[in-house]
């Protein structure tokens, strides 16, 4: 029933992600946790990934990602978190 379905495949592929700060440092609190919240959810709508659940602590991100078989699960997480990180970097720097 929550299948998703193409012409010669059935799927359902669901990944738990967490990545770190560099050395655990706690920046991802206040605008900058939100303005994250948000990248994110942009570049997972434009790559046609599904978030289900997901959470932005101080010192990390966790997410329940949906995505499509074609695409790699070191792809999604390169997509994430690059796109992400070098926007916070151009609005956040200081």
């Not at 012409?7 to 967490?18: E, F, G, I, N, T």
């Not at 946790?33 to 101080?58: D, F, P, V, W």
């Amino acid at each position: 029933e929550n299948y998703k379905k193409g012409s010669h495949r059935v799927w359902d592929c669901k990944y738990d992600l967490v990545w770190t700060t560099k050395y655990r440092n706690q920046v991802l609190d206040g605008d900058v946790g939100c303005r994250c919240r948000e990248l994110l959810r942009e570049i997972a709508q434009s790559k046609e990934m599904t978030i289900y659940a997901g959470s932005i602590n101080r010192d990390h991100v966790h997410m329940l990602i949906g995505i499509l078989p074609n695409l790699s699960v070191s792809k999604a997480v390169q997509y994430l978190k690059g796109k992400s990180s070098h926007k916070l970097l151009s609005e956040y720097s200081s």
